[in-house]
Protein backbone atom coordinates (compact mmCIF):
# COMPACT_ATOMS: atom_id res chain seq x y z
CA UNK A 1 0.00 0.00 0.00
CA UNK A 2 2.95 2.41 0.85
CA UNK A 3 4.65 1.60 -2.26
CA UNK A 4 1.16 2.05 -4.19
CA UNK A 5 0.92 5.48 -2.63
CA UNK A 6 4.89 6.56 -3.44
CA UNK A 7 4.32 5.46 -7.15
CA UNK A 8 0.70 6.95 -7.76
CA UNK A 9 1.43 10.23 -6.08
CA UNK A 10 3.91 12.01 -8.66
CA UNK A 11 1.91 10.07 -11.61
CA UNK A 12 -1.50 11.40 -11.08
CA UNK A 13 -0.52 14.80 -9.56
CA UNK A 14 1.49 17.30 -11.49
CA UNK A 15 1.80 20.22 -8.80
CA UNK A 16 5.12 21.63 -7.84
CA UNK A 17 7.69 23.42 -9.96
CA UNK A 18 10.96 21.31 -9.96
CA UNK A 19 10.35 18.74 -12.72
CA UNK A 20 12.86 15.64 -12.59
CA UNK A 21 11.06 13.70 -15.73
CA UNK A 22 9.97 15.12 -18.72
CA UNK A 23 8.15 13.11 -21.33
CA UNK A 24 6.82 15.35 -24.21
CA UNK A 25 4.09 17.26 -22.32
CA UNK A 26 4.30 14.52 -19.28
CA UNK A 27 6.12 15.49 -16.84
CA UNK A 28 6.44 14.16 -12.56
CA UNK A 29 7.57 16.49 -9.74
CA UNK A 30 9.87 16.71 -7.74
CA UNK A 31 7.17 17.80 -4.76
CA UNK A 32 4.54 15.47 -6.01
CA UNK A 33 7.32 12.36 -5.32
CA UNK A 34 8.20 13.52 -2.07
CA UNK A 35 4.46 14.21 -0.94
CA UNK A 36 4.17 10.77 -1.70
CA UNK A 37 6.73 9.31 0.04
CA UNK A 38 5.66 11.15 3.53
CA UNK A 39 2.01 10.18 2.89
CA UNK A 40 2.97 6.58 2.56
CA UNK A 41 5.56 7.30 6.15
CA UNK A 42 2.21 8.80 7.85
CA UNK A 43 0.21 5.55 6.76
CA UNK A 44 2.88 2.93 8.09
CA UNK A 45 3.31 5.32 11.47
CA UNK A 46 -0.65 5.34 11.74
CA UNK A 47 -0.25 1.12 11.31
CA UNK A 48 2.42 0.89 13.55
CA UNK A 49 0.96 3.11 16.12
CA UNK A 50 -2.51 0.81 16.40
CA UNK A 51 -0.34 -2.39 16.68
CA UNK A 52 2.20 -1.41 19.47
CA UNK A 53 -0.73 -0.07 21.12
CA UNK A 54 -2.53 -3.53 20.39
CA UNK A 55 0.67 -5.44 21.70
CA UNK A 56 1.03 -3.54 24.77
CA UNK A 57 -2.25 -2.57 26.12
CA UNK A 58 -4.10 -5.10 27.14
CA UNK A 59 -8.18 -4.38 26.90
CA UNK A 60 -8.52 -5.38 30.85
CA UNK A 61 -6.35 -2.34 31.85
CA UNK A 62 -7.90 -0.19 29.44
CA UNK A 63 -10.97 -0.63 31.15
CA UNK A 64 -9.03 -0.54 34.37
CA UNK A 65 -8.36 3.01 33.86
CA UNK A 66 -11.15 4.01 31.96
CA UNK A 67 -14.08 2.40 33.84
CA UNK A 68 -14.10 4.25 36.66
CA UNK A 69 -14.84 7.51 35.02
CA UNK A 70 -16.00 6.63 31.86
CA UNK A 71 -18.26 3.49 32.00
CA UNK A 72 -20.41 3.98 29.81
CA UNK A 73 -17.37 4.83 26.79
CA UNK A 74 -15.08 2.25 28.05
CA UNK A 75 -17.65 -0.35 28.06
CA UNK A 76 -18.37 1.07 24.43
CA UNK A 77 -14.50 0.91 23.41
CA UNK A 78 -14.03 -2.56 24.81
CA UNK A 79 -17.30 -3.98 23.01
CA UNK A 80 -16.09 -2.33 19.51
CA UNK A 81 -12.52 -3.70 19.76
CA UNK A 82 -13.57 -7.01 20.74
CA UNK A 83 -16.61 -7.06 18.06
CA UNK A 84 -14.09 -6.96 14.36
CA UNK A 85 -12.18 -9.95 15.30
CA UNK A 86 -15.46 -11.89 16.65
CA UNK A 87 -17.53 -11.26 13.72
CA UNK A 88 -14.44 -12.16 11.67
CA UNK A 89 -14.30 -15.56 13.52
CA UNK A 90 -17.97 -16.33 13.46
CA UNK A 91 -18.19 -15.26 9.42
CA UNK A 92 -15.22 -18.34 9.67
CA UNK A 93 -17.78 -20.44 11.09
CA UNK A 94 -20.11 -20.04 9.25
CA UNK A 95 -18.48 -20.64 6.11
CA UNK A 96 -17.36 -24.21 7.07
CA UNK A 97 -21.34 -25.08 7.65
CA UNK A 98 -22.12 -23.37 4.62
CA UNK A 99 -19.03 -25.34 2.48
CA UNK A 100 -20.28 -28.72 4.06
CA UNK A 101 -24.07 -28.01 3.37
CA UNK A 102 -22.49 -27.62 -0.34
CA UNK A 103 -20.43 -30.46 -0.48
CA UNK A 104 -23.19 -32.76 0.72
CA UNK A 105 -25.70 -31.52 -1.53
CA UNK A 106 -22.89 -31.97 -4.44
CA UNK A 107 -23.36 -28.37 -5.91
CA UNK A 108 -20.56 -27.81 -7.68
CA UNK A 109 -21.77 -25.44 -10.40
CA UNK A 110 -22.52 -22.42 -8.82
CA UNK A 111 -23.19 -19.23 -10.20
CA UNK A 112 -22.12 -15.91 -9.50
CA UNK A 113 -26.23 -14.78 -8.16
CA UNK A 114 -25.97 -18.21 -5.86
CA UNK A 115 -22.95 -17.05 -4.82
CA UNK A 116 -24.02 -13.51 -3.92
CA UNK A 117 -27.03 -15.31 -2.01
CA UNK A 118 -25.01 -17.55 -0.04
CA UNK A 119 -22.82 -14.57 1.00
CA UNK A 120 -25.70 -12.52 2.03
CA UNK A 121 -27.25 -15.48 4.08
CA UNK A 122 -23.77 -15.63 5.76
CA UNK A 123 -24.17 -11.91 6.79
CA UNK A 124 -27.52 -12.41 7.80
CA UNK A 125 -26.46 -15.56 9.85
CA UNK A 126 -23.76 -13.81 11.65
CA UNK A 127 -25.57 -10.59 12.54
CA UNK A 128 -28.42 -12.45 13.92
CA UNK A 129 -26.06 -14.97 15.92
CA UNK A 130 -24.42 -11.38 17.07
CA UNK A 131 -27.42 -9.19 18.27
CA UNK A 132 -28.63 -12.29 19.79
CA UNK A 133 -25.80 -13.08 22.12
CA UNK A 134 -25.64 -8.87 22.65
CA UNK A 135 -28.71 -9.25 24.28
CA UNK A 136 -28.41 -12.42 26.35
CA UNK A 137 -24.88 -10.59 27.39
CA UNK A 138 -26.77 -7.17 28.04
CA UNK A 139 -29.77 -8.87 29.83
CA UNK A 140 -27.05 -10.62 32.13
CA UNK A 141 -25.04 -7.20 32.60
CA UNK A 142 -28.59 -5.60 33.83
CA UNK A 143 -29.02 -8.51 36.39
CA UNK A 144 -25.54 -8.12 37.28
CA UNK A 145 -26.27 -4.72 38.43
CA UNK A 146 -23.62 -2.94 36.32
CA UNK A 147 -23.21 0.36 36.24
CA UNK A 148 -25.69 0.46 39.42
CA UNK A 149 -22.84 1.06 42.25
CA UNK A 150 -19.00 2.03 42.20
CA UNK A 151 -17.25 -0.75 39.34
CA UNK A 152 -14.83 -3.14 41.27
CA UNK A 153 -12.20 -4.91 38.51
CA UNK A 154 -11.83 -8.22 38.34
CA UNK A 155 -7.54 -7.21 38.42
CA UNK A 156 -5.79 -5.01 39.98
CA UNK A 157 -2.67 -2.48 38.59
CA UNK A 158 -0.52 0.03 39.69
CA UNK A 159 1.52 2.93 38.83
CA UNK A 160 4.98 2.39 39.67
CA UNK A 161 7.26 5.67 39.72
CA UNK A 162 8.95 4.58 36.58
CA UNK A 163 5.33 5.03 35.25
CA UNK A 164 5.35 8.48 36.35
CA UNK A 165 9.03 8.52 35.40
CA UNK A 166 8.15 8.00 31.42
CA UNK A 167 4.85 9.58 31.00
CA UNK A 168 6.44 13.24 32.66
CA UNK A 169 9.10 12.52 30.18
CA UNK A 170 6.77 11.88 27.33
CA UNK A 171 4.02 14.88 27.76
CA UNK A 172 6.99 17.28 28.59
CA UNK A 173 8.71 16.62 25.80
CA UNK A 174 6.13 16.40 23.52
CA UNK A 175 4.89 19.78 24.54
CA UNK A 176 8.49 20.98 23.29
CA UNK A 177 8.13 19.01 20.47
CA UNK A 178 4.71 20.97 19.48
CA UNK A 179 5.63 23.99 20.86
CA UNK A 180 8.47 24.16 18.21
CA UNK A 181 6.42 22.51 15.45
CA UNK A 182 4.38 25.79 16.03
CA UNK A 183 7.51 28.08 15.91
CA UNK A 184 8.61 26.72 12.43
CA UNK A 185 11.11 24.26 13.45
CA UNK A 186 11.66 21.23 11.54
CA UNK A 187 8.60 22.09 8.95
CA UNK A 188 8.62 20.89 5.01
CA UNK A 189 7.01 22.94 3.21
CA UNK A 190 5.94 21.00 0.07
CA UNK A 191 3.94 23.13 -2.48
CA UNK A 192 4.12 24.95 -4.73
CA UNK A 193 8.31 24.38 -3.99
CA UNK A 194 10.12 21.93 -1.94
CA UNK A 195 11.59 23.77 0.97
CA UNK A 196 13.23 22.46 4.75
CA UNK A 197 12.97 24.85 7.44
CA UNK A 198 15.59 23.55 10.00
CA UNK A 199 17.76 25.07 12.58
CA UNK A 200 21.44 24.86 11.74
CA UNK A 201 22.47 24.62 15.58
CA UNK A 202 21.74 20.36 15.95
CA UNK A 203 21.68 21.56 19.77
CA UNK A 204 18.44 23.13 19.47
CA UNK A 205 16.23 22.25 22.26
CA UNK A 206 13.09 21.33 20.28
CA UNK A 207 15.40 18.53 18.26
CA UNK A 208 16.66 17.77 21.67
CA UNK A 209 13.41 17.10 22.72
CA UNK A 210 12.22 15.07 19.94
CA UNK A 211 15.19 13.01 20.71
CA UNK A 212 14.19 12.76 24.30
CA UNK A 213 10.74 11.94 23.03
CA UNK A 214 11.88 8.96 21.08
CA UNK A 215 14.16 7.20 23.78
CA UNK A 216 11.52 5.87 26.19
CA UNK A 217 10.47 3.86 22.86
CA UNK A 218 13.62 2.74 21.56
CA UNK A 219 14.68 1.45 25.58
CA UNK A 220 11.28 -0.45 26.03
CA UNK A 221 12.20 -2.33 22.50
CA UNK A 222 16.20 -2.91 23.76
CA UNK A 223 15.00 -3.95 27.34
CA UNK A 224 12.61 -6.54 25.59
CA UNK A 225 14.84 -7.47 23.36
CA UNK A 226 17.35 -8.07 26.58
CA UNK A 227 15.12 -9.95 28.78
CA UNK A 228 13.95 -12.45 25.95
CA UNK A 229 17.02 -13.37 24.01
Not at 50 to 61: D, I, K, L, P
Not at 93 to 116: C, D, M
Request: net charge positive; proline share 2%.
Amino acid sequence: MAFLIIILNPLVSHIGVTKIYIIGSYFITLEALVYGILMSLSLLIILLLFASYNNTVSYQEMLYILSKRFPNISIIIIMALRFIPLLNYRLSEVNKVFRLNHESSAKNNETKINKIKDTAQMLAVVVSWSLEESMLAAKSMKGRGYGITERTNYLSFKFRKIDYYFISIIIISAVVCITGLLQGHGRINIYPQLQFSFSENIFNIFYFSFLILLLPLVYLEFKEKLIWH
